[in-house]
């Protein structure tokens, strides 16, 4: 067993964290390799029985349910802290992933893909809902019956088998990250060309990809919405550096802002967040970039801008709850649109908590900024407007006391020594 998977547990831990506001943030920091590319590359591992070697792993919530869920499987992990990790699935024995895993992270349903290729089947829980909406798996599902899987339902799972698995077209009926992770792992393994139109364009994505090319699968096209997969026999082992978090990377830049603070950040790929920092520069702060770093000055004071979620290279959902903790203090008026998730909005109850003045009709926030946030005991609900009320708690008056911080937890490695080394004034403590 690893260090990780013995902290398996520890991500559920009821800390709580406590912010004095007021302070601007300024220094440097850097960036964590982005959870959500590290997420398929682990799973990436149950395509091969030769080792893979991954580079950059955050050490997060989330990564250790998947390495929970891949130990559940078979998969052996090996790689202490900020080491390099290896993963081997030479000795799979079980095709399931169970409800209790499946229910605490809805990336769990990535093992679908790599299994049914590999093994010819696979049982997976269904996701059921989440804080952030209903999010089915239909379009993972309807894909996959076209490359020849059987699909059935029992019990609360989705039961999929294959011999082997069928080149095809598939059109996305709708633009889905992880389905098409899902759906470019299968076809590594599959016979023929598989080619998938409306796919997602996340770097996430791209970085995957690479990663099975450099495992021997031939992929063309990942970043664009047209991706061709040649399957082949089998893949092999590899090494791989996985890119550095752009949600991670949004974030500080808006605590820069929210505080109007001086930060650099570190380690980042400045062209995966173009569209924060057009929306940023929008508001009136200063933004600099290098090709591996992004300064954001501010002076406190921020206009609103209008926000419309999108697919990558749009404006990131995964950001809308960070840009409206900024919206709350702005001079004049924004509207925020979420078009993503239908239900992504958790945040403003507690940010109303704080002094905001937001009105929620459906999909669209109105945001009326206000001078200034007051500190007030409020809780996190999922990862982002976690993330949002620890922005708003920075810049607030007075103290914030934010429960549940295993949601930030889950994707945000070390944030408060982060914050910390930022001049932030935070403290974490155990709930009682
Ligand atoms: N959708 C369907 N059917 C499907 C799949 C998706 O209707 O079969 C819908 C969803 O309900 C949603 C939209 O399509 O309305 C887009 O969902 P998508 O499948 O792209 O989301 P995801 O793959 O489940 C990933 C990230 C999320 C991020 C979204 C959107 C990972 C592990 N998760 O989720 O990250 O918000 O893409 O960019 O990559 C986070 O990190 O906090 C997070 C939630």
Avoid at 101 to 127: D, H, I, Q
Avoid at 201 to 206: G, L
Avoid at 401 to 423: M, N
Wanted: glycine share 10%; net charge negative; hydrophobic share 45%.
């Amino acid at each position: 067993m690893t260090e990780l998977s013995l902290r398996h547990g520890e991500g559920w831990r009821m800390d709580k964290l406590i912010i004095r506001g007021g302070a601007p943030l300024r220094g440097q920091v850097e960036v964590s390799g982005a959870k959500n590319a590290a997420l398929p590359a682990m799973v990436a591992s149950l395509l091969t029985e030769e080792s893979i070697r991954l580079h950059r792993i955050p050490q997060l919530g989330d990564v250790r349910t998947i390495i929970g869920l891949l130990n559940h499987l078979g998969v052996s992990v090996e790689g202490r802290g900020q080491e390099p990790i290896s993963l081997r699935a030479d000795r799979i024995d079980r095709f399931e992933a169970p409800y209790q895993l499946v229910k605490t992270m809805r990336a769990s349903v990535l093992v679908l893909g790599p299994l049914l290729a590999r093994f010819g089947r696979a049982r997976v829980s269904l996701p059921g809902g989440c804080a952030i909406g209903t999010r089915p798996i239909n379009l993972h599902l309807a894909a996959l019956e076209k490359m020849g899987a059987t699909v059935s339902l029992d019990a609360g799972y989705v039961e999929a088998k294959a011999p082997r698995l069928k080149g095809a077209r598939i059109t996305f009926e709708g633009q889905t990250v992880t389905g098409t992770e899902n759906l470019m792992m299968a076809a590594t393994l599959a016979d023929g060309v598989t080619v998938l139109e409306n796919a997602a364009c996340e770097p996430e994505v791209t970085d995957l990809a690479a990663l099975l090319n450099r495992m021997g699968a031939r992929i063309e096209g990942a970043g664009t919405p047209t991706i061709s997969i040649e399957g082949a026999s089998h893949l092999h082992g590899a090494e791989h550096e996985v890119i550095p978090d752009r949600i991670e990377t949004g974030t500080f830049m808006v605590a820069a802002a929210i505080t109007g603070g001086d930060v650099t950040i570190n380690r980042c790929l400045p062209y995966h967040l173009e569209a924060v920092t057009e929306k940023l520069r929008e508001t009136g702060v200063l933004v600099e970039e290098t090709d591996c770093s992004i300064r954001v000055l501010g002076d406190g004071h921020v206009r609103g801008v209008n926000i419309r979620t999108h697919p990558y290279p749009g404006f990131a959902t995964d950001m809308q709850a960070q840009m409206m903790a900024l919206m709350s203090i702005a001079q004049g008026s924004s509207v925020i649109t979420e078009t993503v998730f239908e239900n992504r909005f958790m945040h403003v109850n507690e940010l109303l908590r704080m002094g905001a003045d937001i009105k929620v009709v459906g999909t669209t926030a109105f945001v009326h900024g206000v001078p200034t946030l007051s500190g007030a005991p409020v809780m996190a609900t999922d990862l982002r407007a976690s993330a949002s009320l620890v922005l708003a708690g920075l810049a607030a008056q007075g103290i914030t006391t934010i429960s549940r911080v295993y949601h930030l937890d889950r994707g945000y490695e070390s944030i408060e020594q982060k914050l910390l080394g930022l001049g932030a004034s935070i403290e974490r403590v155990a709930e009682h």
